[in-house]
């Protein structure tokens, strides 16, 4: 059974940090690429970021350059460490292997 469980989200000024996780039980971590997608109030899905097996690093230019996605193939976890938060970051945040999402985490950021 595959299952995907999203934390570490929360409330936070702007300007500051939060590193969500992503743990993945099942097969389907082994040798796939795993995504971050963000979900504002009334906003369709967005994609965020994106880390392949070996690590390769995609982003959107929403957030180059203040996000880093990282994952630790042993413990089968992604981690989306989010700096410089704006509110425009709010959002449920997602990830995402293959055709299995997780639930969820709620980032919210004040002004």
């Known amino acids: 059974q595959v299952q995907l469980v999203e934390s570490g989200g929360g409330l936070v000024q702007a300007g500051g940090s939060l590193r969500l996780s992503c743990v993945a039980s099942?097969?389907?971590?082994?040798?796939?690429?795993v995504g971050w997608y963000r979900q504002a109030p009334g906003k369709q899905r967005e994609w965020v970021a994106g880390i392949s097996w070996g690590s390769s690093t995609v982003y959107s230019d929403s957030v180059k350059g203040r996000f880093t996605i990282s994952r630790d193939n042993a413990k089968n976890t992604v981690y989306l460490q989010m700096n410089n938060l704006k509110p425009e970051d709010t959002a449920v945040y997602s990830c995402g292997i293959s055709r299995y999402w997780g639930q969820g985490t709620q980032v919210t950021v004040s002004s």
């Open positions: 099942g097969s389907i971590f082994n040798g796939n690429g």
